[in-house]
């Protein structure tokens, strides 16, 4: 999710293997950041903020209960990600 004003602040939720070694552990995270812009006119990344703990799901969890566990993951993270980007506007 991307929201412009005078700079772009993104939120974003990544899924991936848990682990050094794939055994059936995957996670989602999500974080935040602002591209803006540098004095000699370079878009630049700041202030990448995770917005809460990793959510842990495995290949053997009944796919019902991952899908309300993740939506309430979800909720929470979009939630803390739009409390950043207000945060961000008056700081």
Known sequence: M???TDALFELVISFHGY?????GVLAASGFTFRRVESDD?????????????VFQFNY??????????FRDWLTAAIAS?????RRSLIG
């Open 2 to 4: 991307a929201i412009k």
């Open 19 to 23: 682990g050094s070694k794939f055994q």
């Open 41 to 53: 006119g370079e878009k630049v990344v700041v202030d990448v903020t995770p917005t809460q703990d």
């Open 60 to 69: 053997a969890e009944p796919v019902d209960v991952v899908e309300v566990r």
């Open 81 to 85: 990600g739009l409390d950043q980007w």
